[in-house]
């Protein structure tokens, strides 16, 4: 219960800076609206794994980015944001941003904290615990931090203005070294976890790529000609972060990522046949309407729903099948299997043949790391 109360409460914190947004204005509609679909598109994939995975990092990781980007560039179109409140929640926002992102790397695939005794563990570890001393310490720096508020100052600033590139430049060096590390990782994996890194892998490491030349354009442009390139210098790093889940999602959808599958393709199923039942149900009320128009139609809305009710369970299992075969091969295979065995059960009379037979089932749907069967001798004394 306290899983969802904490997701429904990040899920309302971003509605309500997109809705915010919507209202006020003097924004841009296209604004809020691909804010609220990057909301979405992240609060999606993270609410799925913390449905299968509650333990794991990732999903509430993946929720938070949502929530950071939506404040990053939402907070301050809201009209009962003062500029010094939105200015100092932009510049947090921001850092808050890449501080997840370089958190997800730490954490990705194994969805924990780094474990263990090797060095490498014990660097992943003091990185992770070191990202939020570094946004507190970029957020609470007398002048904030950001490409629009170089010289403004940080209404609960206390800290040394100096702290807050280091703190910044800290945030994108583990950012970039965590990146670096799923790279090698996944250099030494095989099969579906390859696949499954890769995906991932590619989109951080496009990210930090543009990141980085977006750092060097920016301080590269302020040193040469003292200019500013504000906003737009952002827009292929903010681009890739659209991106960045759908590649997410094909790990998860086409590899089995954190093996959330069998969710994915239930709510697909019972979502399509939800839309096929109610178009039904609509058609033939207008249907029957037509054919034999009386003054009463409460016959017409009971005929409807006796057959829409009648179609639910043959609908369910059709599209199930169908639906299995893309997004939940593992189960759609096992069921295929097992009718097998039920089959060669129904023929087959000899012990062992259904014992063998039944092994291979239990090694091709469950893939055990060992199998034992005990078959009782039948000229034995109970």
């Known amino acids: 219960m306290a899983r969802w109360l904490g997701f429904g409460s990040i899920v309302a914190a971003g509605f309500a800076v997109v809705g915010g947004q919507l209202l006020g204005s003097d924004v841009v509609v296209s604004e809020p609206i691909v804010d609220g679909v990057a909301f979405v598109v992240y609060a999606c994939l993270g609410g799925l794994i913390i449905a299968r995975r509650d333990g794991y990092l990732t999903g509430w990781l993946l929720t938070l980015s949502g929530l950071a980007i939506v404040f990053a560039n939402g907070y301050a179109g809201l009209s009962f944001v003062g500029p010094e409140a939105a200015a100092w929640v932009e510049s947090s926002a921001w850092a808050a941003v890449f501080a997840v992102f370089a958190a997800m790397t730490l954490t990705f695939p194994s969805g924990h904290r780094p474990h263990g005794t090797k060095a490498w563990a014990r660097l992943g570890r003091i990185a992770l615990y070191a990202l939020p001393v570094l946004v507190a310490m970029s957020a609470l720096t007398r002048t904030l931090v950001g490409s629009e508020a170089v010289e ?27 990146t670096i590390s799923l790279i090698v990782k996944r250099k030494h994996s095989s099969g579906t976890e390859r696949a499954q890194l890769t995906w991932v892998v590619f989109a951080l490491a496009t990210l930090v790529v543009l990141l980085l030349a977006t750092f060097v354009y920016i301080f590269g442009s302020l040193a040469i000609t003292g200019i500013d390139p504000g906003d737009a210098a952002w827009a292929p790093v ?145």
């Open 152 to 178: 403004q100052l940080n209404p609960i600033g206390f800290l040394p203005s100096f702290l807050g590139f280091p703190s910044e430049l800290g945030v994108v060096t583990i950012l970039t070294a965590g």
């Open 238 to 382: 903010s681009v890739m972060m659209l991106l960045f889940p759908v590649s997410f999602a094909v790990a998860i959808l086409r590899y089995r990522l954190f093996d959330i599958d069998r969710i994915v393709s239930r709510t697909i199923t019972y979502a399509i046949v939800a839309a096929l039942l109610a178009a039904t149900f609509f058609a033939l009320v207008i249907v029957l309407g037509t054919l034999i128009p009386v003054d009463d139609s409460s016959w017409q809305v009971a005929t409807s729903t006796l057959v829409v009710a009648s179609l639910f369970n043959p609908a369910r299992r059709r599209l199930r099948d169908l639906v299995d075969r893309r997004f939940n091969r593992r189960h759609y295979d096992s069921r295929r299997v097992s009718e097998r065995l039920a089959e060669q059960i129904r023929e087959v009379t000899d012990p062992l043949v259904i014992g063998e037979a039944w092994t291979q089932v239990v090694a091709s749907t469950m893939q055990p790391s060992a199998i034992y069967l005990w078959l009782k001798d039948p000229k034995a004394k109970s």
